[in-house]
């Protein structure tokens, strides 16, 4: 299953943001365990530095981010592609461009806290826990190794 996650997931599990944490880390070790593959589009990057070097500084922020892009990987967006996004109308510019990164890679979901921003969106967009529970139905459950 190939995943688009939104930047809010991301920052919740590399800010161990709670009550968000748990849900989020689960996401990361559905693809550490390779029952997903999780993408961020490339803009991302620089949100999700700048929010969190607020709470974890710089170094220890681009430190963090380079760990995760063991398993994270980055999707690019063209010049074309922020063009279509400006066409489309969107209350929310990135919103859009996260819709349009989920296309170019044929995600399955875009992974959010916040669902009603893709309404447009070709690809559906689910939450974290929603993602979880379709998983458990398949009989994939993950839980952190450091609950034990």
């Known amino acids: 299953m190939v995943l688009l996650l939104d930047c809010n997931v991301v920052l919740d599990k590399l800010g161990r943001r709670e009550p968000f944490y748990d849900a989020a880390n689960r996401v990361f070790l559905s693809a550490a365990f390779g029952d997903?593959?999780?993408?961020?589009s490339a803009n991302m990057l620089t949100d999700i530095l700048y929010l969190l070097k607020k709470q974890l500084g710089n170094q220890?922020?681009?430190?963090?981010?380079?760990?995760?892009?063991?398993?994270l990987h980055i999707a690019g967006l063209s010049a074309d592609d922020c063009l279509w996004?400006?066409?489309q109308g969107w209350d929310d510019f990135e919103d859009c461009l996260v819709s349009r990164c989920a296309e170019n890679i044929r995600a399955d979901y875009i992974v959010t806290r916040d669902s009603s921003g893709f309404s447009r969106s070709l690809v559906p967009a689910i939450s974290p826990e929603a993602l979880l529970a379709l998983l458990e139905g398949r009989g994939l459950a993950y839980c952190d190794p450091s609950d034990f």
């Open 36 to 40: 997903t593959q999780i993408f961020i």
């Open 85 to 87: 996004a400006l066409r």
């Open 60 to 71: 220890i922020s681009q430190s963090n981010l380079l760990a995760a892009c063991e398993i």
